[in-house]
C-alpha cells in the first residue's frame, strides 16, 4: 500500500560550525539554518515523516493491514529523524 509522494526530499548540509542546513535534494535550495546541530536530522526528515503519518492514517482508518513497503518506510523515516 505505499503511498505516491510529491514531497521533497531534503537532507542535512554541514555549515562547518554549531549549525546544521536543511537543503532540498531536487534543488539545491536551503530550507533552512539549525541553530542546533543536533536537530538538523529531524528537520531533514520532515517529508519523510509526513509522508509516513499520512500512510499509517490511511492504513489505520480503512482497517487495512501494512505490507512490509510500508513498514520499511515507516523504519527509515523514524531511522532518519533520528540521525542513524
Given at each position: 500500500?505505499?503511498?505516491?509522494?510529491?514531497?521533497?526530499?531534503?537532507?542535512?548540509?554541514?555549515?562547518?560550525?554549531?549549525?546544521?542546513?536543511?537543503?532540498?535534494?531536487?534543488?539545491?535550495?536551503?530550507?533552512a539554518?539549525?541553530y542546533?546541530?543536533?536537530?538538523?536530522?529531524?528537520?531533514?526528515?520532515?517529508?519523510?515523516?509526513?509522508?509516513?503519518?499520512?500512510?499509517?492514517?490511511?492504513?489505520?482508518?480503512?482497517?487495512?493491514?501494512?505490507?512490509?513497503?510500508?513498514?520499511?518506510?515507516?523504519?527509515?523515516?523514524?531511522?532518519?529523524?533520528?540521525?542513524?
Amino acid at each position: 500500500m505505499k503511498t505516491q509522494s510529491n514531497q521533497d526530499k531534503w537532507y542535512e548540509g554541514n555549515t562547518g560550525n554549531h549549525q546544521g542546513l536543511v537543503i532540498n535534494e531536487e534543488t539545491g535550495e536551503n530550507i533552512a539554518v539549525v541553530y542546533d546541530k543536533a536537530n538538523t536530522p529531524l528537520i531533514a526528515s520532515a517529508p519523510e515523516l509526513l509522508e509516513a503519518c499520512k500512510l499509517f492514517e490511511d492504513i489505520t482508518r480503512n482497517g487495512l493491514i501494512p505490507g512490509s513497503e510500508d513498514l520499511e518506510l515507516l523504519q527509515k523515516a523514524l531511522a532518519k529523524a533520528e540521525g542513524k
